[in-house]
């Protein structure tokens, strides 16, 4: 994991990499409970026999917006900046599910970092953005710049 020593060295990453998190698995496990959270339960999630014959990837795939619910679980994994009091998602400025995550897929997220906007005293809005990756493919399954605010203490 990538540490950020304070804001200074916060501003001088703006523009690399801040580095990759482990794979997480997409298992029809979590697609299930996904569904229930959510009450989206389109078939091509949820019935596997049905996703095995009909649909071009031969299993149920993962909700868009699981994939994307993934996104705190694998920042957290990849950086983390010292001094911070609070951190606070703001939004995301675009999101793009690029290709489909098939029900065992195991996928993991890189991000890098492109701006540090100031927001008032000891407070920055972040983007990042981040690139999921599914094991085995070249085509990302998400991208998305997602923004934060930081306060520091």
Request: include cysteine.
């Amino acid at each position: 994991m990538r540490v950020i020593h304070g804001l200074d060295d916060l501003r001088s990453a703006v523009g690399s990499e801040l580095g990759v998190s482990d794979w997480v698995l997409v298992d029809q496990d979590r697609i299930n409970k996904f569904a229930e959270a959510t009450g989206d339960y389109q078939w091509i999630h949820l019935d596997v026999e049905r996703a095995a014959r009909e649909t071009p990837w031969k299993s149920t795939i993962a909700h868009g917006y699981l994939t994307l619910s993934l996104v705190p679980m694998l920042m957290a994994g990849i950086w983390s900046v010292e001094g911070v009091a609070s951190s606070i998602n703001y939004g995301s400025n675009k999101v793009r599910f690029t290709s489909p995550v098939p029900a065992g897929s195991r996928v993991r997220g890189r991000a890098v970092l492109k701006a540090v906007d100031d927001q008032g005293p000891g407070s920055v809005r972040l983007t990042v953005e981040l690139t999921v990756e599914r094991e085995g493919q070249d085509r990302p399954v998400c991208v998305a710049e997602t923004l934060s605010i930081l306060n520091f203490a």
